[in-house]
């Protein structure tokens, strides 16, 4: 198993989305596989005019959002690794997930969604409306993005389990001795994958996400580990991972998600130009702008 080092070891390279004439169909992280290699392939397909009504299902979307999420993966791709996805996914009545698109890191799932986008309905967005940053402007707008303006990074170094070392550290009780701790310094994890987001979709909230991702890295959690080297045993880790995720210092939280965040991604955003200051414009490019509704 290899660990990446988040204070060794950081993204490889980032490139314009529309320069991959390669890479364009390769996943940033990719599905790690049981005998440890990992599969990046991946072939997008042609939506049908009935699967786009089923990605437009708001009701599904507002309900069941990592389901929905799972759903439009299965809709827009047609491999991953030459493992079939779409034809396996249509055989069982649009019901059941294949297992390498449960495996998906979620950061994979962006990107996965924005290539299907682009296969469908090509690089331009119209009519974002955004608001200026610029403190002494502020003011409301309407752009059209181009996403070929989209960031992507990759990393031929695998990214599957993190090593994260923590500031303060975590304050465990020790089994059967209620007044005595000790004290872990380092932890090391897999990455989110979409079957956790499906475990733990009845506790997903649009405004406040931390219990959903608490109990997903939670899942994650490989081993605890003591200055010395002393691992907290397996069994432990499962009884008491969430709650301790929920007690850990602000600052130790802060180097988690900046390990988490520091692996190979689509960055979603665009820079335009401010229509009334000039200035530059950052846009978040959001997943509600994609896959528009026709009549």
Known sequence: MQVTDFYKEFRDNDYPLFSLAEQFNRLPIGVETSDGSILRDLVPRVLSRTELKMIQDERYSRNNPMAWLARLICLVT???????????YAQSGFEEIPEIVRELPLSDTSYIVFVGHIHNFGWSIKNVHTTCIDELCGKKQVHDVDLRGLMVEYSEAAHHHLLIKFKRGLSIQRKGEETKKDLYTSMSMTIPLLKHALKYERYYRPND???????????????ILQENGEPLEDERIRAIATPTLKNMSGEDSAILEG??????????????????????LPIIVSQSFLYPKRR
Not at 78 to 88: A, C, E, L
């Open 78 to 88: 047609d491999s991953i690794g030459k493992v079939p996805v779409y034809t396996p």
């Open 259 to 280: 390990v988490l965040n520091s692996t190979p991604a689509l960055l979603i955003m665009v820079k335009k130009q401010c229509n009334y200051c000039s200035e530059d």
């Open 209 to 223: 996400q931390g219990d959903f991702y608490e109990r997903i890295y939670g899942d994650c959690i490989e081993s």
